[in-house]
Each structure stands twice: as structure tokens, then as C-alpha cells.
T-cell receptor, first 115, second 110 residues
Framework: EAGVAQSPRYKIIEKRQSVAFWCNPI?????LYWYQQILGQGPKLLIQ????????DSQLPKDRFSAERLKGVDSTLKIQPAKLEDSAVYLC?????????????FGQGTRLTVV | QKEVEQNSGPLSVPEGAIASLNCTYS??????FFWYRQYSGKSPELIMF????GDKEDGRFTAQLNKASQYVSLLIRDSQPSDSATYLC??????????FGEGTQLTVNP
């Protein structure tokens, strides 16, 4: 079974530029999460999708971050314009569904450096 | 108050000892609890989950849950140097929202 795929693996941009990350969840997984993990901290939930609907985006900085999950499969996360403090690893995870005891599987992440 | 809090690290234990990792959570409606391990530069990977009060054992790992005290722990018996990693406690609340703690860094010394 293929895992969660993310691209790119690494990205370096200048502040005020825009960037986009892509995630392809495990086939059949209805729930998709985007997390931001700053070095030395735990993953912080940015947005959660159930199929193609947003379940939780309470911690998404909506003035600069946006995300979509068209057709309930792939997802993209965009930052525009980027700030220095956005430097982090962006993790995508997927889960089979809304059942409480189902685990989330993580992709390898995208390491973003804003200079 | 943070939604999920873990005991501050780093934690250092000798090889063969028991490592104890603790986590508390604020939402009494939380129903599922997960322990993930994260090696440096890698993504989190699930060690085990628990959703009933009591203990759950899997090999050298034991998860303990006390919903009344809003407390979950992970014990690692016979710790090995390969167990050296950051351990993340995650809590699933209503709507399957999965919230992580800040993690506890564990070092097992040979």
C-alpha cells in the first residue's frame, strides 16, 4: 500500500514570495490533515478535511495561508506571502475516516526555509 | 491551558531501564489517544493507541489511560539506544481533530 506522498521535499524561498505544497493521501482515506512543525515543537494542526469539506481550520492564518482538497483526494497548501516565521516542516497526514480509533499516517513532509 | 501537555524533557535513561513518558489533556470529551515516535528529521510514526481506561501492552511498550484524571502515559521497558527519539502524545477529540503535544525527547544511553 502506497503511503502519503508529499512534494516538494525541500523548498527555499525569499520572504514575501509565494509557495505551494502538494499532498496525495493514502487511497481511500477520507480525512486529510495539514500540520506545521517548527523545529523543536510538536506538530500544529493547520487544517483538517473530511473528503473535500473543511472540518477545522481554526489555526490556519487565513490572511496568508490557503488550502484546498478538490475532489476529496489530493490537497494543496499555499502560503502567500511567506514570512520568516513560516520556516518549518509542513506535514500532511491522512486517516481512513472519522472513527475515533483510527490512526493518522504521515507523509515525509516538506521542509520550507524562508530567507 | 494547552490542549495536550507532555512532561518537559529531555529525558535520559540508561540502556535496559524503563522510560516513562507522561501526557495530560484538557478536553474531557477526548476519546482516543495516540503515541507517536519521531526520529530526528523524520515524520511521526505511530507506536500505539489507546481509548479505554487501563493498560494496553504491545511488546516493550505499555500505554496507560486514566480518563478521570485526563492522563495518558507510555512506558518503554528494556529501553534500547534505538528508542532514542522524540515521543509525541496526540489526542483525538470530537470531529476527529487530532492535536499533538510538544513532545518529549528521550535519549537512551548505552
Amino acid at each position: 500500500e502506497a503511503g502519503v506522498a508529499q512534494s516538494p521535499r525541500y523548498k527555499i524561498i525569499e520572504k514575501r514570495q509565494s509557495v505551494a505544497f502538494w499532498c496525495n493521501p493514502i487511497s481511500g482515506h477520507a480525512t486529510l490533515y495539514w500540520y506545521q512543525q517548527i523545529l523543536g515543537q510538536g506538530p500544529k494542526l493547520l487544517i483538517q478535511f473530511q473528503n473535500n469539506g473543511v472540518v477545522d481550520d481554526s489555526q490556519l492564518p487565513k490572511d496568508r495561508f490557503s488550502a484546498e482538497r478538490l475532489k476529496g483526494v489530493d490537497s494543496t497548501l499555499k502560503i502567500q506571502p511567506a514570512k520568516l516565521e513560516d520556516s518549518a516542516v509542513y506535514l500532511c497526514a491522512s486517516s481512513p475516516g472519522a472513527l475515533m480509533n483510527t490512526e493518522a499516517f504521515f507523509g515525509q513532509g516538506t521542509r520550507l526555509t524562508v530567507v | 491551558q494547552k490542549e495536550v501537555e507532555q512532561n518537559s524533557g529531555p529525558l535520559s535513561v540508561p540502556e535496559g531501564a524503563i522510560a516513562s513518558l507522561n501526557c495530560t489533556y484538557s478536553d474531557r470529551g477526548s476519546q482516543s489517544f495516540f503515541w507517536y515516535r519521531q526520529y530526528s528529521g523524520k515524520s511521526p510514526e505511530l507506536i500505539m493507541f489507546i481509548y479505554s481506561n487501563g493498560d494496553k501492552e504491545d511488546g516493550r511498550f505499555t500505554a496507560q489511560l486514566n480518563k478521570a484524571s485526563q492522563y495518558v502515559s507510555l512506558l518503554i521497558r528494556d529501553s534500547q539506544p534505538s528508542d532514542s527519539a522524540t515521543y509525541l502524545c496526540a489526542v483525538k477529540t470530537s470531529g476527529s481533530r487530532l492535536t499533538f503535544g510538544e513532545g518529549t525527547q528521550l535519549t537512551v544511553n548505552p
